[in-house]
């Protein structure tokens, strides 16, 4: 049995998050991402006995704590600044693969359950865009806004550009997300007054 290895199962859910990015869901196998992330089948096996939704649920985990990160730390500085972080790290993403991969979250959200039940990794991805929106909806409510456009306006920012990331992807370009850029910044200034 293979020893627990904390970076090698990092290696393995993060790669599991770029095949899911570049392929969607039922496109990614686990043995594809073990050879994605240059890891042994068995260690696989070993670290995710659930099997697929086990792998894909924490990579979805995985991607929404990166994305969270980014966004606390440029939220500090308001949510116009926690905004051109969210569109660049997505633009940052489709331009330098491109235009092959997206958001794991979006993928894993758009797929059709194998089964009537919510599978763990629909639900993980339900609770990273909660996320991510109750970052963006304190940020605007700590600078003026009003709670309830606050939290409309976080909704707003978050499907807007996880919808954009999907047309750069189809169009081959990074034009939507500047255009999206421009109305979500006019959207947040005057939420907040600025």
């Not at 068995?42 to 990166?66: C, D, I, M, N």
């Not at 109750?134 to 306006?153: I, K, V, Y």
Request: glycine content about 6%; some cysteine.
């Amino acid at each position: 049995m293979p020893k627990t290895n904390p970076e090698a199962r990092e290696r393995i859910v993060a790669g599991a998050a770029d095949m899911i990015s570049r392929r969607g869901l039922s496109a990614t196998s686990i043995r594809e991402t073990a050879k994605h992330a240059k890891a042994p089948l068995g260690s696989t096996y070993h670290y995710f006995p659930e099997g697929k939704q086990q792998l894909a649920t924490e990579a979805v985990r995985y991607t929404g704590e990166w994305v969270a990160r980014g966004l606390r730390k440029e939220l500090e500085k308001g949510p116009a600044a926690g905004l051109r972080e969210f569109l660049a790290l997505w633009r940052k993403i489709v331009v330098d693969t491109d235009f092959r991969a997206g958001c794991p979250v979006l993928a894993v959200a758009i797929e059709e359950p194998p089964t009537d039940e919510i599978p763990p990794a629909l639900a993980a991805a339900a609770e990273v865009f909660d996320q991510w929106e109750s970052l963006l909806a304190d940020s605007l409510r700590a600078h003026g806004a009003e709670p309830d456009q606050a939290a409309q306006l976080a909704t707003l920012v978050v499907s807007s550009v996880e919808g954009t990331v999907a047309m750069c992807r189809a169009k081959r370009s990074a034009e939507p997300l500047d255009r999206v850029a421009a109305q979500l910044q006019g959207l947040i200034d005057h939420a907040i007054g600025a």
